[in-house]
């Protein structure tokens, strides 16, 4: 697969697993073991379900997956990380949401939410 940059993200409604593939380099590709993201998804209908205009914000966001689960769910997502290359794969992932390189304990912006 060398030459190719993307990611792929399978969601498994069965059990809200996630399985990424991402090449961050374009040389080789990494998999990410499934990790479950049930209580996450449950808690973005909980919150949904009690208001609108909803805003997420994730420290340390890496590639961005629970910044598009978010998005689904018709959030205003926003992301710092201090990698770029992760920045850039969240940004292929999630293209709606903003998203800043940034470290967590210099960041400035957390007055906006």
Same mark, same amino acid.
């Given at each position: 697969?060398?030459?190719?940059?993307?990611?792929?993200?399978?969601?498994?409604?069965?059990?809200?697993?996630?399985?990424?593939?991402?090449?961050?380099?374009?040389?080789?590709?990494? %998999?990410?073991?499934?990790?479950?993201?049930?209580?996450?998804?449950?808690? +973005?209908?909980?919150?949904?379900?009690? %208001?609108?205009? $909803?805003?997420? +914000?994730?420290?340390? $966001?890496?590639?961005? %997956?629970?910044?598009?689960?978010?998005? +689904?769910?018709?959030?205003?997502?926003?992301?710092?990380?201090?990698?770029?290359?992760?920045?850039?794969?969240?940004?292929?992932? $999630?293209?709606?949401?903003?998203?800043?390189?940034?470290?967590?304990?210099?960041?400035?912006?957390?007055?906006?939410?």
């Amino acid at each position: 697969m060398s030459g190719r940059k993307g990611i792929v993200v399978a969601v498994h409604p069965e059990d809200h697993s996630v399985d990424i593939v991402m090449a961050d380099d374009g040389s080789d590709f990494y %998999t990410y073991t499934p990790w479950p993201v049930t209580d996450f998804v449950r808690a +973005l209908e909980d919150v949904a379900g009690r %208001t609108t205009g $909803c805003r997420y +914000l994730e420290v340390g $966001c890496g590639i961005g %997956t629970k910044l598009g689960i978010a998005s +689904l769910f018709g959030w205003d997502v926003h992301g710092i990380e201090v990698r770029p290359q992760y920045v850039a794969a969240a940004k292929m992932l $999630c293209p709606e949401a903003t998203i800043e390189i940034a470290d967590a304990r210099g960041y400035g912006g957390y007055g906006r939410y």
